[in-house]
């Protein structure tokens, strides 16, 4: 009698298993990102040519910043389809949707800050709302009518960030103060959020909205910002307070205002992709994830006490790329390595990193 049993119980874990697999991979028909160099497949490598000819190139295959896949190219992956195109590829083949993030990118627009004096701006005239004139130059690609455009986008996942940590750096390197940099924030959330309400009316029902990292434990920063107060640090991770701080303000004012968009559109679904938390946690127990290398320890770097160093930044002569990218969190400094991406990414799709992960969502 008992024998029989385990074949059965098997068998229907198989059958569950393929169903709801079979059901994801047929759920979107495309998938629209904005954001900036976390989740740039190619935009600023096609882009920066003209206007930045001696940048480094990436390491190959990917035009990508990291050793491999970033968080967008899993979240295409498990909807079975390929890579996004970058949305300035000249295939134009943009059928399964498109990537307009580009490295630099900021969610204010380029004049807010010469207005303010801050100079340290993206090489790349490339904000949120320029991304957005580019979604609706691409519509066409797509569909013909208002309709048949809403129809398209209601069946697409549209993914709005990260954006705003390229906002505050740019602002912090202009010489603010964290405190000054902190009265941006509710100017940089409504930028998000009234991208994501325009892509709303324009048909979408799905919209992830991923906050900030912690930026107290990027190695760039914890080098920028170096203090010789033990205090600035915290213990259990070792990442910088305050810059942290900001980063969890952000959120919380982001959190607040997805909220507000929820109740404003009852048929919509706006979700928070939580990168803070993840980075925390590896910063916390890296080995835990198999970060043997921890938390703030540059893969690709050129010296220094996290291996970041500007003048020797991964892609300059004089920075040497690890032998185990994987076993680091950190890439380049700035951003994640293919495995510390894919642990957000199942954790936006089946938790705990999203609110609510898009799992749950896609079943309502
Ligand atoms: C466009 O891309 C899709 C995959 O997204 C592919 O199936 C199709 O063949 C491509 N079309 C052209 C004309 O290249
Ligand atoms: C950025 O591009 C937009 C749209 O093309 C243009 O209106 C704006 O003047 C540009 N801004 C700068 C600072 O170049
Ligand atoms: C737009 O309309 C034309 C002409 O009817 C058609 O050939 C084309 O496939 C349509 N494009 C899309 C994206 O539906
Ligand atoms: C940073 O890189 C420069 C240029 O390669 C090098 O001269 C310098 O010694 C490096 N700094 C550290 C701390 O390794």
């Not at 096609?46 to 190959?60: D, G, H, Q, R, T």
């Amino acid at each position: 009698m008992k024998t029989s049993i385990r074949p059965l119980v098997l068998f229907f874990v198989c059958l569950s298993y393929l169903t709801l697999s079979f059901a994801i991979s047929d759920y979107y028909n495309a998938i629209f990102s904005f954001g900036d160099s976390f989740s740039d497949t190619g935009n600023f490598v096609i882009m920066e040519s003209p206007v930045l000819p001696n940048i480094p190139k990436f390491p190959p295959p990917y035009a990508r910043c990291s050793n491999g896949r970033l968080v967008i190219d899993f979240m295409a992956e498990y909807f079975g389809m390929p890579l996004l195109p970058p949305s300035q590829s000249i295939s134009k083949n943009f059928t399964q949707g498109a990537n307009f993030a580009v490295i630099g990118a900021t969610a204010l627009p380029l004049e807010y800050f010469h207005k303010n004096q801050i100079y340290e701006i993206p090489p790349i005239n490339s904000s949120l709302p320029i991304q957005l004139d580019w979604f609706d130059d691409l519509k066409q690609y797509v569909c013909n009518s208002t309709q048949e455009c809403r129809d398209f986008f209601r069946r697409s996942l549209f993914i709005v960030g990260e954006f705003g940590g390229n906002d505050y750096s740019f602002t912090m390197k202009s010489g603010r103060t964290i405190d000054q940099v902190k009265g941006m924030v509710p100017t940089v959330v409504d930028a998000i959020m009234s991208a994501v309400e325009k892509l709303i009316n324009d048909g979408a029902r799905h919209v992830l909205v991923p906050g900030n990292l912690p930026s107290g434990c990027i190695p760039i920063m914890l080098t920028i910002y170096q203090s010789s107060n033990k205090d600035d640090y915290d213990p259990r991770t070792g990442c910088l307070k305050n810059l942290n701080s900001l980063s969890l303000y952000h959120n919380a004012v982001l959190r607040i205002a997805i909220e507000k968009m929820n109740k404003k559109y009852p048929e919509a679904r706006v979700i928070y992709g939580d990168y803070y938390g993840p980075v925390i946690q590896y910063a916390r127990t890296p080995e835990l994830f198999g970060f043997t290398n921890g938390a703030l320890m540059v893969c690709c770097g050129g010296g220094g006490p996290y291996n970041y160093n500007a003048s020797a930044s991964c892609g300059l002569p004089g920075a040497i790329q690890c032998t185990e990218p994987n076993s680091h969190v950190s890439w380049d400094g700035i951003h994640l390595t293919e495995a510390a991406y894919h642990y957000i990414a199942n954790g936006w799709m089946k938790g705990p990193y999203a609110y609510p992960p898009l799992i749950s969502v896609m079943e309502e």
